[in-house]
């Protein structure tokens, strides 16, 4: 338990369209000691945002509806708030890392829990004392 406490300060937005998928991810992450919120399509994502400026990970599905895809959010996400670091997963769509935001890492769906767990774990351990602001 006490590496879930030392990262229990990164807050993690988590944007996917799929109750079901959401919830999931949801639970892994608060699970795994991270804050988390969540937004079903990128307008609720950018809300979310707004309103919590702690957050310091984006991990948001490409296809979902709305005004833009998650890889436009990614990208937006990363002009506008560069400390923020992005996981984007998919599917049915495969992410060339030259297509990703700097820094953005692809997952491809099913993925498997370590994988995310693993990259915010080294998210957070890259922030260092950056996570609890």
């Known amino acids: 338990m006490g590496q879930s ?13 799929d109750a079901l998928v959401r919830a999931e991810a949801v639970d892994l ?9 969540e937004a079903r ?8 945002l707004e309103r919590h ?6 991990f948001t599905d490409i296809e979902m509806p709305g005004t833009m895809d998650g890889l436009t959010l ?10 923020v670091s992005i996981i984007v997963t998919s599917g049915r769509i495969m992410v060339a890392e030259k297509d990703l ?5 692809f ?3 099913p993925y498997p829990p370590d994988a995310i767990l693993r990259a915010l ?13």
């Open 121 to 133: 774990h080294d998210i957070a351990a890259g922030l260092g004392d950056e996570a609890g602001r």
């Open 41 to 48: 399509n990128a307008d609720q994502a950018i809300l979310q």
């Open 5 to 17: 406490s030392r990262h229990s300060h990164l807050a993690v937005l988590i944007v996917e369209d």
């Open 29 to 37: 992450c608060a699970e795994a000691g991270f804050t988390t919120y």
């Open 74 to 83: 990614a990208h937006g996400v990363q002009d506008r708030r560069p400390p």
């Open 107 to 109: 997952v491809a769906k």
């Open 53 to 58: 400026p702690e957050i310091r990970v984006l």
């Open 101 to 105: 935001p700097r820094n953005g890492l």
